[in-house]
């Protein structure tokens, strides 16, 4: 079973800056792409997660164009951690930011989506 766990939201003030971190353990498993959406509070429930930023295992990155130039996808395969460098913080970028992984059972080959309990970001002007 794979585990997502989420660390380093939190208040900044409007052109700060944070780093979120999101640790996957577990076994078993093969991971093709990490990454980060967000989803504002006081969404319907039924709103989709807006997608912030995935990179694939081999080092690919893609980025919503609300934050290209200020968030910084990387992530370290060793220790199976993805982060968010996030600058020039926004005060449309508070939200709750939610890991999310996309792999392979080793041994059944199935895929897999796993999300993380979410993070909150609070970005104050």
């Known amino acids: 079973q794979v585990q997502l766990v989420e660390s380093g939201g939190g208040l900044v003030q409007a052109g700060g800056s944070l780093r979120l971190s999101c640790a996957a353990s577990?076994?078993?498993?093969?991971?093709?792409?990490m990454g980060w959406y967000r989803q504002a509070p006081g969404q319907a429930p039924g709103k989709q997660r807006e997608l912030v930023a995935t990179i694939t295992s081999g080092g690919s990155t893609n980025y919503a164009d609300s934050v290209k130039g200020r968030f910084t996808i990387s992530r370290d395969n060793a220790k199976n951690t993805v982060y968010l460098q996030m600058n020039s913080l926004k005060p449309e970028d508070t939200a709750v930011y939610y890991c999310?992984?996309?792999?392979?059972?080793?041994?059944?080959?199935?895929?897999?989506?796993?999300w993380g309990q979410g993070t909150l970001v609070t970005v104050s002007s």
């Open positions: 577990g076994s078993g498993f093969r991971i093709n792409a």
């Open positions: 999310n992984l996309l792999g392979v059972a080793t041994i059944t080959l199935t895929n897999l989506e796993v």
